[in-house]
T-cell receptor
Framework: DAGITQSPRHKVTETGTPVTLRCHQTENHRYMYWYRQDPGHGLRLIHYSYGVKDTDKGEVSDGYSVSRSKTEDFLLTLESATSSQTSVYFCAISESASGVETQYFGPGTRLLVL | DAKTTQPPSMDCAEGRAANLPCNHSTISGNEYVYWYRQIHSQGPQYIIHGLKNNETNEMASLIITEDRKSSTLILPHATLRDTAVYYC????????????FGKGTRLSVIA
């Protein structure tokens, strides 16, 4: 599992409230990613980071912000949660071996926005 | 957009080989074929990847056609725990670009 943890694992919140999800890794990987997964859509990239304080947008970044102040933590923030952000959120890291890069995923966070 | 085509679902009897096909007719010379799977409620799990040679690891074998336009993931002795959605993904081997997931194949292993 490449030492990836996500917190919380489950969360229920109300529309309009801020929510922050945390991804933590223990192996000093440079690249980290946030995906969301919804029925009928598969996994879609929200944001990713290629180093401390270096982030970029993915396919579905509207309504989300991220921060990476240290290598091991990548935070995903919903500034004002909406029901359309009810989803399962997965964090991933990127690991390279023999010149080939592979991504490994965390266990996911289930978010319900009422 | 996903660059691969997979059947939406397949069944396999427990103990038999599961052969999951994937078409990637527009694959470029520097693109690898990756396979991941996702067991219900869990994060995607890396299985195997290859460029042009057939590959085998402890989980599966990957057979890539000579023209590289299609591939087959083989689970040699499927078990009930192999029931999952299997994703075939084509991407370059470097640059740490995000994965693009399609709909995958839902494999049901039947006792």
């Amino acid at each position: 599992d490449a030492g990836i943890t996500q917190s919380p694992r489950h969360k229920v919140t109300e529309t309009g409230t801020p929510v922050t999800l945390r991804c933590h890794q223990t192996e000093n990987h440079r690249y980290m990613y946030w995906y969301r997964q919804d029925p009928g859509h598969g996994l879609r990239l929200i944001h990713y980071s290629y180093g401390v304080k270096d982030t970029d947008k993915g396919e579905v970044s509207d309504g989300y912000s991220v921060s990476r102040s240290k290598t091991e933590d990548f935070l995903l923030t919903l500034e004002s949660a909406t029901s359309s952000q009810t989803s399962v959120y997965f964090c991933a890291i990127s690991e390279s071996a023999s010149g080939v890069e592979t991504q490994y995923f965390g266990p996911g966070t289930r978010l319900l926005v009422l | 957009d996903a660059k691969t085509t997979q059947p939406p679902s397949m069944d396999c009897a427990e103990g038999r080989a599961a052969n999951l096909p994937c078409n990637h007719s527009t694959i470029s010379g520097n693109e690898y074929v990756y396979w991941y799977r996702q067991i219900h409620s869990q994060g995607p799990q890396y299985i195997i990847h290859g460029l042009k040679n057939n590959e085998t690891n402890e989980m599966a074998s990957l057979i890539i056609t000579e023209d590289r336009k299609s591939s087959t993931l083989i689970l040699p002795h499927a078990t009930l725990r192999d029931t999952a959605v299997y994703y075939c993904i084509v991407r370059t081997y470097s640059g740490n670009t995000p994965l693009v997931f399609g709909k995958g194949t839902r494999l049901s292993v039947i006792a």
